[in-house]
């Protein structure tokens, strides 16, 4: 082929540049970027921090990316803040990035959510004064060198020349950009690839423990294994949709299931409005979902990354991961597919119903505290579930609640964790817990008020959402699952109360664990945790109804 007919093939097909086939002009994308604000300054100041990790110097580096973390988060929330106060959270509520995002209220209150929960995570990840010095340089949560191998000589030599990975806090931006893009994706692919930005530096994150270093990377590579399975659906389900549909556009197939679209591509005309890819396709996608929130049978991965990743990492993950996956699924059920609303109702009430269950029954025989939590984590994804089955604008402002409730308690309980050491690290075995009350009232009192959130006791924050999503199921006809999340919760209620009873009614061991002193960082994300705890149990109105006046999707 001669060399001009390559240079108008490309021309033309490209239609790019002014072109001598068709004197076509190529149109350049209109971006929004005030309105993308919130994610730009995450990812800008991420980059940021790799640039900081080639150029500072070492001794450096962890001031600097603590300084540079906070600073993003914050100035991000604020920039969600000015896009509330435009009115982008109600009346200017529309789709931005040519169609890719959406810009309304649900993703504004999820975004604000994920970045306050996870500015007080940083707050964990930070904390120098738990373990005693290593060689007179203090230490925090994370291997000195996460590239040598477990007890090797390089690893020593790292330790001793106090290293620390001050990776991990560009690697949280990352992950939390994409955690900002997933509930507010607005088409199938920006909501895979925003998945996979906030996966991928969550799997590093997990294999970067100081201490028990193999079950940390044991952790990290069942997450990734089987994260690479829940993404494999999610595109294969993707796949079968565009099929069905001949768009990615969330409202292009949402218009299709619903049959308010006639013209039909003539390319797609034999797979358009076959119903089998309809409802294979959603349920594949349905399934990529449901693995990132934790729920039944989704769930396997759950104890034993919760386990395995360093504690910081672990209530990070818990907390601001469901608040992205239940925004994205809340958006894929009522934005793309309520057309299939009865058709995947049984699908929805028996995940539900047997996450919950499992959750709250599996979670009494554990024995180490962070699985428990881990059990606890996945009993909770069946009661937000059950808000996301009402299928009402009530489901969608109570769901949206009650991940702002649940993310903080969940910060505040494993920086707890956090808090009870031996000689071997953090003491997560249950036994190790007898009698802290005794030994320290005031760690065992505060984690006391985040078990009675989690069971769901008045007064609390957890009572505040659990009956907002059970109200809002119950009014949407899913009275059946109230009642299996109320015998859920008695259930749970149960293995909560065992460990208050335990750690204020059972004697110290002579040779138990102490409670460590934080430095003000930890005791920022604790303070945190129960004055949300205490304030949305006593006086939840104003934030439910922040709630339902952001529960509105634009489409």
């Known amino acids: 082929m001669s060399a001009t007919a390559v240079h108008n093939l490309w021309t033309t097909v490209g239609g790019g540049v002014t072109t001598a086939a068709t004197g076509d002009k190529f149109t350049a994308p209109t971006i929004e970027y005030a309105q993308l604000a919130p994610v730009l300054i995450v990812i800008g100041v991420a980059v940021l921090?790799?640039?900081?990790?080639?150029?500072?110097?070492?001794?450096?580096?962890?001031?600097?990316q603590v300084f540079l973390t906070v600073v993003a988060l914050g100035a991000a929330f604020a920039a969600v803040l000015g896009l509330a106060a435009d009115g982008y959270a109600g009346k200017n509520a529309h789709i931005a990035a040519m169609g890719a995002i959406a810009v309304d209220g649900p993703a504004l209150f999820l975004q604000g959510t994920i970045l306050l929960v996870s500015m007080v995570s940083v707050f964990t990840f930070a904390e120098r004064r738990l373990d005693p010095a290593?060689?007179?340089?203090?230490?925090?949560?994370?291997?000195?060198?996460?590239?040598?191998?477990?007890?090797?000589?390089?690893?020593?030599?790292?330790v001793k020349a106090g290293f620390t990975t001050t990776e991990v806090f560009p690697l949280v931006l990352f992950s939390v950009a994409g955690m900002l893009v997933f509930p507010a994706a607005?088409?199938?692919?920006?909501?895979?690839?925003?998945?996979?930005?906030f996966s991928l530096p969550l799997y590093l994150l997990c294999a970067v423990a100081r201490r028990k270093r193999l079950m940390s990377q044991e952790a990290a590579v069942k997450y990734f294994l089987l994260g690479a399975f829940s993404s494999a659906f999610l595109l294969f389900g993707i796949a079968l949709l565009y099929g069905y549909a001949g768009t990615v556009s969330y409202a292009g197939i949402a218009n299709i299931v619903d049959g308010t679209v006639q013209e039909i591509d003539p390319a797609l005309a034999d797979t358009m409005g076959n119903d089998a890819l309809l409802?294979?396709?959603?349920?594949?996608?349905?399934?990529?979902?449901?693995?990132?929130?934790?729920?039944?049978?989704?769930?396997?991965?759950?104890?034993?990354?919760?386990?395995?990743?360093?504690?910081?990492?672990?209530?990070?993950?818990?907390?601001?991961?469901?608040?992205?996956?239940?925004?994205?699924?809340?958006?894929?059920?009522y934005v793309v597919l309520p057309g299939l609303t009865w058709d995947l109702r049984p699908v929805m009430w028996g995940v539900a119903i047997v996450t919950m269950l499992g959750g709250a029954i599996v979670a009494i025989t554990q024995t180490d505290i962070k699985r428990l939590l881990a059990y606890s984590s996945i009993a909770h994804a069946g009661f937000i579930l059950a808000g996301v089955i009402a299928a009402s604008p009530?489901?969608?402002?109570?769901?949206?609640?009650?991940?702002?409730?649940?993310?903080?308690?969940?910060v505040g309980a494993f920086a707890v964790v956090t808090l009870v050491r031996d000689a071997g690290g953090e003491a997560t075995h249950l036994s190790q817990w007898a009698g802290?009350?005794?030994?320290?009232?005031?760690?065992?009192?505060?984690?006391?008020?985040?078990?009675?959130?989690?069971?769901?006791?008045?007064?609390?924050?957890?009572?505040?959402?659990?009956?907002?999503?059970?109200?809002?199921?119950?009014?949407?006809?899913?009275?059946?699952?109230?009642?299996?999340?109320?015998?859920?919760?008695a259930i749970a209620a149960f293995f909560y109360i065992r460990v208050i009873v335990l750690m204020f009614f059972s004697e110290p061991k002579a040779d138990g664990p102490t409670v460590a002193v934080p430095?003000?960082?930890?005791?920022?994300?604790?303070?945190?945790?129960?004055?949300?705890?205490?304030?949305?149990?006593?006086?939840?109105?104003?934030?439910?109804?922040?709630?339902?006046?952001a529960g509105v999707f634009v489409r």
């Open 394 to 410: 009530e489901g969608i402002s109570s769901v949206l609640f009650y991940l702002g409730v649940y993310s903080f308690v969940t």
């Open 49 to 64: 921090g790799i640039l900081v990790e080639a150029f500072v110097p070492r001794r450096a580096r962890y001031t600097t």
């Open 186 to 197: 607005n088409d199938l692919l920006t909501l895979f690839i925003a998945l996979e930005v």
């Open 519 to 549: 430095s003000p960082l930890t005791m920022t994300t604790i303070a945190v945790g129960v004055a949300v705890t205490l304030v949305l149990g006593l006086a939840p109105q104003y934030f439910l109804d922040l709630a339902s006046q």
């Open 279 to 333: 409802l294979i396709g959603g349920a594949m996608i349905l399934m990529g979902l449901l693995f990132k929130v934790g729920a039944v049978p989704f769930h396997m991965w759950t104890p034993d990354v919760y386990q395995g990743a360093p504690t910081p990492v672990t209530g990070f993950m818990a907390a601001a991961t469901k608040v992205a996956a239940f925004g994205a699924l809340l958006r894929l059920l």
């Open 134 to 158: 290593s060689h007179g340089n203090r230490v925090d949560s994370f291997a000195a060198q996460a590239g040598t191998v477990p007890g090797s000589d390089g690893e020593k030599a790292a």
């Open 436 to 489: 802290l009350g005794r030994r320290s009232p005031l760690t065992a009192a505060v984690f006391a008020v985040f078990l009675l959130s989690f069971a769901g006791i008045p007064l609390t924050s957890g009572f505040s959402g659990k009956f907002a999503v059970f109200k809002a199921a119950a009014d949407g006809g899913a009275g059946g699952l109230v009642v299996v999340g109320v015998i859920s919760s």
